[in-house]
């Protein structure tokens, strides 16, 4: 398996997003003011508030009231019903995402017994909306997403080979760079879908197969994922399953939070968590700038 240099250079977009999220987490009670913010980002106030409204959809005030337990509390109720209409609409057999039809692929229990024995892995470093990610694929499909930041590109590729500990797995940049253009791009119109391949238990399938049935701008707690995925007196290997999740976005972990509307953890960070919910709640009218 062969690595790649850091990525250096000038901030991202998503960095300095990411660095004023986690400044209004720690300060919203005192109402920071569009300067303290755009100070912190090192952008003048015109350029910050450009920025973040071309990136969530919403201004940073509104932004700042999502950040509020009360507003995850509510999400979080309104979603129950909003996922009731979907299941009612013939969406359960499986999620969209912008226009994505994500369709998942378990391996089989002899590919899971042979850890990826035979298998080739391609992959590459690419940006995306919420910062850096490393995707690497099959010849069946996706079979890894994960966000990183650029001093944390040895452990992303450790943590591939982890979960495929007995495939070939090659650097190939050009070939993820088609797959992450489709991802991260807003497709207009119908999409044939994006396979994943994923190796892991059928405990652990079944619950990511109950992830794919959240749609974007909803929430839903442990308990609640439980239930739906049948397995209602198992939360906390629902949650560790959650945790456990290794495509990240398309199987949406991040829209599990806890009954209390607090976020719970995130395997890629608390504060992208917030940026994907925000980011996904602006997009489905769920917050009007």
């Known amino acids: 398996m062969t690595g790649t240099n850091n990525h250096r250079g000038r901030v991202t977009d998503y960095e ?51 950040l509020t337990a009360g507003h995850a509390v509510r999400l979080l109720r309104d979603s129950r019903t909003n996922i009731e209409a979907a299941y009612d609409a013939g969406l359960s057999g499986g999620g969209r995402l912008h226009d994505l039809i994500v369709n998942l692929h378990a391996a089989t229990p002899g590919e899971y017994k042979r850890a990826g024995a035979n298998l080739t892995i391609q992959y590459g470093f690419h940006a995306s909306p919420f910062g850096e990610c490393l995707i690497a694929v099959t010849a069946r499909g996706v079979c890894h997403l994960g966000f990183v930041s650029p001093a944390d590109r040895r452990a992303a590729l450790a943590e591939l080979a982890a979960e495929w500990p007995r495939a070939r797995i090659e650097e190939a940049p050009r070939a993820t760079a088609q797959v992450a253009r489709r991802l991260f ?92 919910l925000a980011w996904e709640a602006a997009r489905a009218g769920d917050i009007k700038s």
């Open 16 to 66: 300095r997003i990411e660095r004023a999220i986690r400044y209004l987490e720690e300060n919203y009670r005192q109402q920071p003011d569009l300067k303290a913010l755009a100070r912190g980002a090192g952008l003048s106030e015109f350029h910050f508030q450009r920025l973040f409204r071309r990136w969530a959809g919403i201004s940073p005030k509104r932004f700042l009231q999502y």
């Open 185 to 276: 791009a807003r497709v207009n119109g119908g999409s044939p879908g994006v396979d994943l391949l994923v190796r892991g238990t059928n405990f652990q399938i079944k619950v990511w197969e109950a992830l794919l049935r959240i749609p974007p701008g909803a929430v839903v707690s442990y308990e609640d994922l439980a239930q739906r995925a049948r397995i209602p007196r198992a939360t906390r290997a629902v949650a560790n399953a959650v945790a456990h999740n290794p495509v990240a976005w398309l199987i949406p972990c991040h829209r599990v939070i806890r009954k209390s509307g607090a976020l719970g953890g995130y395997r890629w960070g608390e504060t992208r968590k917030q940026a994907l």
